[in-house]
């Protein structure tokens, strides 16, 4: 990163997410017919809009990533163990142990809070391993992994996490059902579409154009696009929720103060583990923020479908990235001050 010079978006991109975020709060309370029209265009559990937003933002950066590389990014067994680790032993784990600690008392905000900690980041992450320097390959290889993790043992962690563990600590437990199916479908979705778009426009382009022509002129001006694409889905979930958070500020400080402590621990976590294995920095950004990072927009469309739009879970789901875009953002610039 040293040595090139950042556009004007990016110099000041703590700024357009805090005003992004501003301006959400300000139509979802003022303005309300614009959180009615944005949570209307809904085709099952998936908001459209939001939706359009996230697939354009992920774009980009695997656009950037050369899957020719992909099976050279498989043989650091080390590095990729350590990623299989955070993200499905000690990621839910933590996330378990932190909503017992502090919200025991509120159930609904409890399971709400350990499906997010079950659902491992495949979008996002992508981002702010981008913005971070990270090795784009490896982050790529990563979120695939985690992809067939999730369709694979998402129902059985939601069971098991949500159903039987409080159970046996005492707490109040509840009987959940995810199908694979959901899980499937947001995969699809969220990583399927603009996995596929990276990989058939680096294949097509290159082909056609070259590879020069590919990395000095067309990434170049689709760069943009993820970071204006974050901001439009945060001023979309800002809006839509902007009610809710205005009037349960307490709530809304006791969910966020667990979710600060897990981004930041696992974020942390992940960089020592990764020194201690000699990672080089580039290759330690993408196993950090794969770690650091969840799937928010599964952990959503699951707390909808199992416990209701209005439910305390789907509270939780929907605090979950307001939390996460700043925490994450605060930590892509501890990494770059790390390089």
């Known amino acids: 990163m040293t040595g090139k010079r950042l556009s004007f978006l990016d110099r ?9 975020m501003a301006v959400g709060l300000a139509l979802g309370k003022w303005v309300p017919s614009v959180p009615d029209l944005l949570g209307n265009m809904q085709m099952g559990s998936t908001n459209i809009p939001l939706a359009v937003g996230l697939i354009l933002m992920m774009y980009p950066p695997l656009a950037k990533a050369n899957y020719r590389l992909l099976p050279e990014v498989f043989r650091n067994t080390k590095l990729v163990t350590l990623s299989i680790v955070l993200n499905w032993v000690v990621g839910p784990v933590l996330m378990f142990g932190l909503a017992v600690l502090f919200l025991r008392d509120e159930p609904g905000y409890l399971s709400g809070l350990i499906l997010i900690g079950l659902a491992r980041c495949i979008a996002m992450v992508l981002v702010w391993n981008d913005l971070a320097g990270g090795n784009r390959e490896l982050g790529a290889g990563l979120v695939a992994l985690n992809s067939v993790f999730q369709v694979v043992a998402y129902s059985f962690y939601a069971w098991l996490f949500i159903s039987e563990l409080p159970e046996w600590l005492g707490l109040p437990s509840t009987a959940v059902d995810v199908p694979v199916s959901m899980v499937a479908q947001s995969v699809a979705i969220y990583l399927g579409i603009p996995f596929l778009a990276g990989f058939v426009s680096r294949e097509w382009f290159v082909q056609r154009k070259g ?38 500020p307490l709530d809304v400080l006791r969910i966020a103060l667990p979710l600060v402590v897990y981004f930041v621990g696992m974020f942390l976590l992940s960089m020592v583990l990764g020194r201690r294995l000699s990672a080089s920095h580039s290759d330690n950004m993408a196993v950090a923020f794969t770690a650091a990072g969840n799937n928010f927009e599964l952990a959503i469309a699951v707390a909808v479908a199992v416990f209701g739009l209005q439910s305390d879970q789907a509270f939780v789901g929907v605090i979950g990235p307001l939390i996460e875009v700043p925490a994450l953002l605060l930590l892509v610039r501890v990494a770059k001050r790390m390089a």
């Not at 000041?12 to 992004?20: K, N, R, S, V």
């Open 12 to 20: 000041h991109l703590t700024w357009w997410i805090l005003a992004a």
């Open 211 to 248: 590879l020069a022509w590919y990395e000095q002129s067309f990434l170049p001006q689709i760069s943009p696009l993820s970071l204006i694409a974050l901001l439009f889905t945060i001023v979309a979930m800002f809006s839509l929720k902007g009610d809710q958070i205005t009037a349960l």
